[in-house]
């Protein structure tokens, strides 16, 4: 009976099983089984009558979880609670605001000798990096064998369902027998026991009191904006005028224009789906249905190809720079020779 | 990311100690003047770093006890199992009974090849035991014979197994008035062989914490236990977890990641800072200042100090020199708290005066 009482109090329990539930005492599990049952509207009043010691009852416990069996799919609902969730998910931005490339790169002046001492602290730097890559390598190695050894526990519950349903016909069988053997009851009273949660009464004064937490939390803010708005356009102004400082802002001015105009624009776009973002589960899907808020995987690498086509020519564009001002440079010092990377 | 503490000889075992001590009950402060889940952040954060965990739940130093004495290493593994807050693995220290005579040439050459595998074998446990493992973090004196030379050969054997792995040597730089005859020699032969196979040497020298002691701290007897403590605050206060200007929603992966940017000849002392500047800049610069903010009002702390020019040596610019890493949760019982870490030229003279006591004496 015991087992029953805590066979019932996993199914119903909402949180994924964890060493915490085990700890909790019988008494407590058959409280909150007895409560949520009520809660979901288990017609029969003999299981709240019963003692929490699990000494007796067996047959309402069972009873209580064929119901529950009949009303659901349970095993699938707990599998998904205990689902690895990596391996099938990738994330999607869809934003058009973060499409863009962000501030343009500060102009790098390489004039003049370059100090050798420079040169061994940027290759201090590069190997560093390279020991960070390694270790981090390392790293997911790890992490693989960690994630295999819980999928191969998720495919030992998945068979076990899987037993279960082929199993199952023969479970309602038995179950027809042990109703059949029980008394029948008498409707069940209007008065509902007195299991219900206890929801505080959340009386007007505090919301009055919220309200002007946030006021006051918006006038700051203001303040704080305003504060920052003169101080950046003091510093701005401060900035010097030359010809290359007025394209700089120029520039500037033209990618903030454009990054806002996207903004707004996914503000103001109320009509079709909101632009996707975040992680989304991959599901392979025979009959071409969609749900309202699945994305089709074939107009995604679509769009995903699009954008790696921009980000290709802007990278192509970039290296070009780079070629350049490395020609420069080669051009700058007579005496020493220079082997530039093989252009793609 | 984890790191494998290494603790060599009477000096590095005893400061071991009081770091792991230092970093764990720093975790569990509850004056952490942070929200419950930054909290528990930083906790889980400091945990995976230092320790593992065992099935009852006391956590288990990641770390390797070596010593060619007996007495010290007992000492500490007593400690750390009565303090009932952690203690070091079972299995994880390797000692012999007859000591190293304060000589380096004894612990480089005789006693390192000897044990060598033992010793590999139980650091090699160790780092398996490591989901992701960042580096070594090995303290040793340079003025013993066992931290000093089994310390280099170590370090030297770490270099060619664990290539791509970060070690840091905490050295401990002796007294100026020093304890030991041959001390000189030791710490000049340690240097030049960590040198070619330490990554970064982070150094405390006994004469500065000693001050710390007793002008600060005014402590009338000033024992060694005193002195590790500060060492281990100090040393607790830099590889607590912080976040960095490049990863600002997560604690840094890396404690040892601190980018030292060229193998130095030598790292600087840390200090507990109030932020005031060193005045004569002139004769003191850096090659990278990293400095570490715990506590309340760290978000509008001004550094802005730090990024002079004068600071940094001429072929470098301070945006690449310089670095903050800051954390809301507050250290150990204080509000505030600021460490810097700098590579400079401040060991350049304590330096000149053993090379110059070590060739008096040889030529003598």
Redesign the interface.
């Known amino acids: 009976t015991c087992a029953l009482w805590q066979l019932l109090f996993r199914v119903l329990s909402p949180l994924p099983a964890g060493n915490a539930l085990a700890s909790i005492a019988l008494e407590v599990q058959a409280r909150l089984v007895k409560s949520a049952l009520c809660s979901q509207g288990y017609p029969r009043l003999a299981l709240a009558q019963l003692p929490e010691d699990g000494s007796q009852g067996s047959r309402e416990l069972l009873l209580a979880l064929s119901w529950l069996l009949a009303r659901g799919p349970v095993p699938e609902q707990m599998l998904a609670q205990t689902r690895v969730p990596l391996g099938d998910e990738m994330t999607v931005c869809q934003c058009e605001a973060l499409a863009s490339l962000g501030p343009p790169a500060p102009h790098m002046e390489a004039e003049g000798p370059v100090?050798v001492?420079?040169v061994?602290?940027l290759m201090?730097?590069l190997r560093?990096r390279?020991?960070?890559l390694?270790?981090s390598q390392?790293?997911q190695c790890?992490?693989l064998s960690?994630l295999l050894r819980t999928l191969e526990h998720e495919s030992r519950r998945l068979e076990a369902v899987l037993a279960w349903r082929r199993a199952e016909p023969v479970f309602w069988q038995w179950m027809d027998t042990v109703l059949g053997t029980c008394a029948p009851e008498a409707p069940a009273a209007a008065s509902q026991p007195t299991f219900l949660p206890w929801v505080p009464e959340c009386g007007d004064g505090e919301l009055e009191l919220v309200v002007r937490e946030l006021q006051t939390l918006e006038e700051e803010l203001r303040e704080a904006v305003e504060r920052r708005r003169v101080a950046w356009e003091a510093k701005a102004r401060g900035c010097g005028r030359g010809p290359e400082w007025s394209a700089a802002r120029r520039a500037f001015r033209e990618t903030v224009e454009k990054e806002l105009g996207a903004l707004q624009r996914c503000w103001e776009q109320d009509s079709g789906p909101a632009p996707a973002h975040g992680p989304h589960r991959l599901v392979r899907r025979e009959d071409g249905a969609a749900g309202d808020r699945d994305l089709q995987a074939a107009e995604l690498i679509r769009t995903l190809r699009s954008q790696e086509a921009c980000l290709e020519a802007v990278l192509r564009q970039l290296q070009g720079q780079c070629r350049q001002e490395l020609a420069r440079l080669a051009g700058a010092l007579p005496g020493l020779i220079w082997i530039p990377p093989p252009g793609r | 990311m984890s790191i494998v503490t290494v603790q060599l000889g009477q000096c590095g075992n005893q400061i071991g100690f009081e770091v792991f001590d230092a970093l764990l009950s720093d975790s569990h402060s509850s004056q952490g003047l942070c929200c419950k889940r930054e909290n528990e952040a930083y906790q889980a954060s400091c945990k995976e770093r230092f320790f593992s965990e065992e099935e009852n739940g006391v956590p288990i130093a990641r770390a390797v006890l070596v010593d060619m004495e007996p007495k010290v290493i007992s000492q500490t593994l007593s400690k750390a199992a009565q303090s009932g807050r952690w203690k070091y693995g079972q299995h994880a220290c390797f000692c012999q009974k007859q000591g190293s005579g304060n000589n380096w040439a004894y612990g480089y050459s005789v006693h390192g090849p000897r044990h060598e595998e033992s010793i590999m074998n139980l650091i090699r446990k160790e780092v398996e035991k490591c989901d992701s493992f960042s580096g070594f973090f090995i303290i040793m004196s340079m003025a013993g014979g066992t931290g000093s030379g089994i310390g280099a050969f170590v370090t030297q054997n770490l270099q060619d197994q664990y290539s791509n792995s970060l070690k840091m040597n905490q050295i401990i730089w002796p007294y100026g008035t020093g304890e030991v005859i041959v001390q000189n020699y030791n710490s000049i032969l340690t240097l030049s062989h960590l040198y070619r196979s330490s990554d970064a040497l982070l150094v405390h020298e006994n004469d500065a914490v000693h001050k710390i002691c007793a002008k600060l701290m005014n402590i009338k007897q000033i024992s060694f236990s005193d002195i590790n403590q500060v060492l281990a605050h100090q040393l607790g206060s830099v590889f607590q977890p912080t976040y960095s200007a490049e990863s600002s929603f997560h604690y840094r992966r890396n404690p040892l990641g601190i980018d030292w940017h060229v193998r130095p000849s030598l790292s600087g002392p840390s200090s507990l800072g109030k932020m005031s500047l060193n005045k004569d800049l002139h004769f003191n610069t850096s090659i990278a200042n990293l400095v570490i903010l715990r506590g309340k009002d760290v978000q509008s702390a001004d550094v802005e100090g730090f990024k002079d020019p004068a600071l940094y040596t001429s072929w470098l610019e301070p945006v690449n020199a310089f670095n903050v890493w800051k954390t809301q949760r507050a250290f150990s019982k204080y509000e505030k708290s600021a460490v810097l870490v700098s590579n400079s030229q401040f060991l350049v003279k304590p330096l000149d005066m053993i090379v110059g006591k070590a060739w008096n004496m040889f030529a003598s």
Do not use: I, N, T
């Open positions: 100090d001492r420079h061994q602290w201090g730097k560093f390279w020991r960070q390694v270790s390392q790293e790890a992490l960690k």
